[in-house]
Antibody
Framework: EVQLVESGGGLVQPGGSLRLSCAASGFTFSDHYIDWARQAPGKGLEWVGRIRNKANSYTTEYAASVKGRFTISRDDSKNSLYMQMSSLKTEDTAVYYC??????????????WGQGTMVTVSS | DIQLTQSPSFLSASVGDRVTITCRASQGISNYLAWYQQKPGNAPKLLVYTASTLQSGVPSRFSGSGSGTEFTLTISSLQPEDFATYYCQQIHSYPLTFGGGTKVEIK
């Protein structure tokens, strides 16, 4: 089964750090770009960032709201994606989703999503 | 940044109704647009990509159209399982952005 499973969410104080993980299975993880998106309670979706594949040098893109505070990385040998979150703010409170996106010869859209992991930033 | 404006933000409809949701982009994005469906407590689900291509497994009552700055998602005959929130997303340029969502509720 093609799936993504996030982990690592929890309660953290403002200014703190947290590392989210996303484990992939059922497809060739290394071929794909992978994205993070988030959804604050009762709100809409917000794109957080992207990491490209090896063929595109694992380069990254970030939303302005997290640039300089969040870092996305991947380990293709472990079929895993990570997001290191630092200097967390209360407005970072959200469900965080990883999502599969572009692969060479394919289209760019988020066709597989994880179930999400909740991050709560509060004192 | 490219802003996506969805309308309406909320609509009330009955089973069997034809429903149309509009997504307007603040600048031209060619056909780099996707539509997602999200039900409460669940992750979003891809319905349409490249503005008009139906994702595998999505019922044919869903269709997407448009190019440039104006796009529509149409449900030809609303079914009980279609009551959900729908989002458009542009994948033309960074930062990638989503529309504000359209919540479809039972009339």
């Amino acid at each position: 089964e093609v799936q993504l499973v996030e982990s690592g969410g929890g309660l953290v104080q403002p200014g703190g750090s947290l590392r989210l993980s996303c484990a992939a299975s059922g497809f060739t993880f290394s071929d794909h770009y992978i994205d993070w998106a988030r959804q604050a309670p009762g709100k809409g979706l917000e794109w957080v960032g992207r990491i490209r594949n090896k063929a595109n040098s694992y380069t990254t893109e970030y939303a302005a709201s997290v640039k300089g505070r969040f870092t996305i990385s991947r380990d293709d040998s472990k079929n895993s994606l990570y997001m290191q979150m630092s200097s967390l703010k209360t407005e970072d409170t959200a469900v965080y989703y990883c999502a599969r996106s572009y692969a060479s010869g394919s289209y760019d859209a988020f066709d597989i999503w994880g179930q999400g992991t909740m991050v709560t930033v509060s004192s | 940044d490219i802003q996506l404006t969805q309308s309406p933000s909320f609509l009330s409809a009955s089973v069997g109704d034809r429903v149309t949701i509009t997504c307007r982009a603040s600048q031209g994005i060619s056909n780099y647009l996707a539509w997602y469906q999200q039900k409460p407590g669940n992750a979003p689900k891809l319905l349409v990509y490249t503005a008009s291509t139906l994702q595998s497994g999505v019922p044919s009552r869903f269709s997407g159209s448009g190019s440039g700055t104006e796009f529509t998602l149409t449900i030809s005959s609303l079914q009980p399982e279609d009551f959900a929130t729908y989002y458009c997303q542009q994948i033309h340029s960074y930062p990638l952005t989503f529309g504000g969502g359209t919540k479809v509720e039972i009339k």
